[in-house]
């Protein structure tokens, strides 16, 4: 049994480690955390995040740092930004089969580690340099030591010294400050939620648990405090005041033009979460035990099954309810339902196998959702070959249309992994159908995992060639020199990393545009601008163009002395 952990952990290491500096890094999230790191490492100053050398209100450093440590030892590259998560990702395969081989057996340890490597976002997550994959562990490592408390309040508590009473309820208090250290105070909002929903249930007369919440706060209060407290200590609160100003600015407004429908997360949990959605789906609400379940001879561990399930249906709801009512809609917010998502298809799958209990919605969306995203990637070289079939779509926006004529090659063999995958849901529904669920599963995830892995490799290239290749390439013709790059009329922080721009280039009272294109930023100044926006550019009687490329001019201007 033991063995098991280093078969997980080398799945991991095997799927998520190799080429992840095969591609450059993808504006905004994961060049602009890359970028943070970069200026810990560059200016030494591992405190106080900053981009473009001034203070960035806007995350907490404990990822930074993960990231910091990653390019001191590796060097400043894309693979230093996206290891942290590989070691994410190891970890959290070896957590979840943990916490399941405890609470219900072996195999379905194995089953909610495969649901990990095999589902698509999740396991391309891992694969990525965002903060979002931390910032989901430790909340749900956080939420999970209450949840072990409280089991163990009931059972064991008496008798015990304050330790080993308390250390659950200690260490996961903890790991929610770190959370909170990830990404910011959503981290504890989140769990106080699902605790205050859960007490609810029980109309708000569980025995102990409002002790138990102040002091699970307190942990995590005083781990926060770490960074927040020496913060304000040395610098005052003004860095604070502006973080949490930000905080509320993301909840209540569509941030930087992320908007979207109320139902946009649930599409993206459905389809992003193929196949473990598919076997999630009958158990996101009501208690779904079978009876021979009920009736088995170990009650406790049936009563703690019942219990886990009660916790992530309300996470999961949580999680969903949360992020369709917040403005702001981009696809990771939802990434914390992975954790419940995983759990309650592998107990569909895993009640299945021993009491062949096999909800008919798993027949109707298996073969349907591996269907439509299997092809949907095959499309992709056909759609590549012929790029005016979609050029009608984009009829007015030349932008758009400017980048589908980026030149690239695409070959068939290249829509192979959304065969596999296509290939892969038939024949588990096929298995399914047969009363083989664990045949089905293990083929549909190592389905999934081969089609994230073999899409990444095969055509993440391509994609990046649509959407920034050409103007990540102009900023590294300009590393080293000394010049100002500046994007106009779009954000990014692709200039910054891949510029290699250093403290004694920063000059932030000459960097805004007018400064830069009428006034006399003592050097010579590269502008990047959409065709749709040039602003008056052309205009400028010092400033010429160089070229234009994919939907992007490049203007060059030497101050007159």
Not at 10 to 23: E, M, S
Not at 200 to 221: E, P, Q, T
Not at 235 to 257: C, H, K, M, W
Not at 331 to 337: G, M, Q
Request: proline share 5%; aromatic share 18%; net charge positive.
């Amino acid at each position: 049994m033991r063995f098991d952990y280093l078969r997980i952990a080398g799945l991991a290491v095997l799927f998520f480690v190799p080429f992840l500096g095969g591609v450059h890094l993808f504006d905004w999230d994961e060049i602009n955390f890359a970028e943070c790191a970069r200026e810990m490492v560059i200016t030494g100053d591992y405190l106080r995040p900053q981009i473009n050398f001034q203070p960035f209100w806007e995350k907490p450093p404990l990822f930074f740092w993960f990231q910091a440590a990653s390019m001191n030892l590796f060097g400043i590259n894309e693979f230093s930004a996206r290891f942290p998560n590989a070691v994410c990702g190891i970890l959290t395969l070896v957590i979840v089969y943990h916490i399941g081989r405890r609470l219900h057996d072996r195999l379905f340890g194995w089953v909610w580690a495969l649901a990990w490597l095999g589902s698509l976002l999740p396991h391309l997550y891992f694969r990525s340099g965002i903060i979002d994959p931390w910032f989901n562990l430790l909340i749900f490592a956080g939420l999970y030591g209450f949840i072990e408390f409280r089991w163990l309040f009931f059972t064991r508590f008496e008798g015990r010294n304050f330790w080993h009473r308390y250390r659950y309820l200690i260490l996961g208090g903890g790991l929610l400050g770190l959370a909170i250290l990830t990404k910011g105070p959503s981290a504890y909002l989140i769990v106080l939620l699902v605790l205050l929903a859960y007490w609810g249930r029980y109309r708000f007369r569980n025995k102990g648990f409002f002790k138990h919440l102040i002091l699970f706060s307190l942990a995590a209060l005083s781990v926060s405090l770490l960074w927040f407290g020496i913060e304000v200590w040395f610098n005052g609160p003004a860095f604070i005041t502006e973080f949490v100003q930000y905080q509320i600015r993301l909840l209540s407004t569509p941030d930087s033009g992320h908007g979207g429908f109320f139902g946009y997360h649930v599409l993206v949990l459905l389809l992003g979460c193929f196949p473990i959605s598919a076997f999630a789906l009958p158990n996101l609400w009501g208690d779904r035990q079978p009876e021979d379940e009920l009736l088995e001879s170990d009650t406790l561990a049936s009563c703690k099954r019942s219990d886990m399930a009660t916790w992530m249906q309300l996470l999961f709801w949580t999680v969903l309810l949360l992020f369709s009512v917040v403005q702001t809609k981009i696809v990771h917010y939802s990434s914390l339902a992975y954790f419940p998502l995983t759990y309650l298809g592998s107990l569909t799958i895993w009640r299945a196998l021993r009491w062949q209990v096999r909800p008919r919605i798993v027949h109707i969306l298996l073969p349907l959702l591996g269907l439509l995203i299997g092809l949907a990637e095959m499309a992709l070289p056909l759609l590549g070959q012929h790029p005016e079939w979609l050029r009608g779509f984009f009829a007015d926006n030349p932008y758009a249309l400017a980048k589908l004529s980026t030149e690239v090659e695409w070959y068939w063999w290249q829509g192979l992994p959304g065969a596999v995958l296509v290939l892969a849901s038939l024949a588990a529904w096929r298995y399914w159908n047969r009363h083989q669920p664990w045949l089905a599963a293990q083929t549909v995830f190592t389905g999934g995992a081969v089609f994230v892995a073999f899409t990444l490799l095969f055509c993440i290239r391509n994609i990046e060639a649509y959407t920034q290749y050409s103007t990540i390439e102009f900023y590294e013709s300009k590393a080293g020199e000394d010049c100002f790059v500046k994007p106009v009329g779009f954000k990014s922080y692709a200039h910054l990393f891949y510029t290699r721009k250093m403290p004694g280039q920063c000059a932030p009272e000459r960097e805004d545009y007018n400064t830069l294109a009428h006034g006399d930023p003592g050097k010579k100044v590269y502008f990047v601008a959409k065709i749709t926006n040039l602003q008056d550019l052309q205009e400028l009687p010092d400033a010429r163009e160089i070229y234009r490329k994919h939907g992007h001019v490049y203007f060059e201007r030497i101050p007159e002395k």
